[in-house]
């Protein structure tokens, strides 16, 4: 028979064992992220950006977190099938670093949650209902890449004032159609208003590169301007390259190409988008619905100018430009 005061000491030491047992399985949980991309291989850093982003919040691969990446390698038509492919792995949230991920994951579940990165506009593309109430399984924080293309064609303007022709280099499909009709219709008002005219030259794929450049300077394009998309983030060195082989001043939506060599670029930090999507994530692992988190939206963007280039272009930045960059790289 067991002693009164041995059955007490047994009950009370499983009351406290109850709790660590209780942390134990919990610290145990394995955290299954599925990643979704176009190209794995290109902008590493902003993948770095994103783990960086995990790990300030505790999360470490292999000890309780496990990455599932999948990579299109440069093929958007891949994308549904890999969606399909993380679903069935039952990965606790999809991330997606762009619209055409987004969608392809949206069309691939309506239960698991999505978080996605960098969408030009997640209402017009059907992602969600609303940002402040974005419902459904997706959420995450989006560029508002149209209201750009004015300020873009400003700084232009300011840093080469005879200018009066701008190409506009843009990919089919990297955007959804109302966004991008949008951007069309904003760059038409604003290149009227600063008394510029514009020529659409599109690029499908790296292939269309040297096309697109023989047709700008065929036209006498004074300057450049490259919109947002995927496939120039990761081709940004050969496209500066191009601009500085048929010397067009050019500014771009991230500043990542003006470390590549670029001239200027205005817009949101991307590296901080993707560190800042790791707070999504969080918080979708520990309970949180996607549909009640709102989407973010830029509040800060920066204007990074590149002296380097634009001394050899023959271009002398005024002093009203690089007053208001955030950072000027001699």
């Known amino acids: 028979m067991i002693e009164r005061r041995d059955f007490i000491q047994a009950i009370a030491g499983g009351l406290l064992a109850a709790p660590f047992a209780a942390e134990a399985q919990q610290a145990a949980k394995i955290a299954r992220i599925g990643y979704l991309v176009g190209d794995l291989t290109a902008s590493t850093h902003l993948r770095e950006a994103f783990r960086q982003g995990l790990r300030d919040l505790g999360y470490v691969e292999s000890r309780n ?60 593309s059907g992602l969600v209902i609303s940002l402040a109430r974005p419902g459904g399984n997706v959420t995450g924080l989006s560029v508002l890449s149209p209201e750009l293309v004015g300020k873009w064609l400003e700084l ?21 159609e109302r966004s991008e009709t949008e951007m069309f219709k904003g760059a038409e008002v604003a290149a009227q208003a600063l008394g510029v005219r514009l020529q659409f030259v599109e690029a499908r ?18 300057a450049l301007t490259v919109r947002p998309a995927p496939m120039f983030v990761s081709e940004r060195r050969r496209l500066v390259d191009l601009a500085a082989k048929n010397r067009l001043p050019a500014v771009y939506a991230w ?76």
């Open 205 to 222: 794929g790296p292939a269309d590169f040297e096309r697109a450049f023989s047709d700008m300077t065929r036209a006498r394009a004074g």
């Open 255 to 330: 500043r990542e190409f003006v470390d590549a060599g670029g001239l200027m670029a205005y817009g949101p930090n991307l590296a901080d988008l993707y560190r800042r999507a790791a707070t999504y994530v969080d918080k979708i692992l520990k309970g949180a619905k996607p549909g009640d988190l709102p989407v973010e939206q830029p509040t800060k963007f920066e204007l990074v100018v590149n002296l380097k280039t634009a001394k050899t272009l023959g271009l002398t930045i005024p002093p009203s430009v690089l007053g208001r960059a955030d950072q000027v790289i001699e």
């Open 65 to 124: 977190l496990v990455i599932e990446y999948r990579s299109a390698e440069g093929k958007s038509e891949r994308l549904p099938a890999l969606a399909a492919e993380l679903v069935a792995l039952k990965v606790d949230v999809i991330v997606a670093p762009n619209t055409p991920a987004a969608l392809a994951a949206k069309q691939a579940t309506r239960t698991l949650p999505i978080v996605f990165i960098g969408v030009g506009d997640p209402v017009t």
């Open 156 to 176: 232009l303007k300011q840093a080469v004032p005879g200018v009066s022709r701008v190409a506009a280099l843009w990919q089919p499909g990297a955007m959804d």
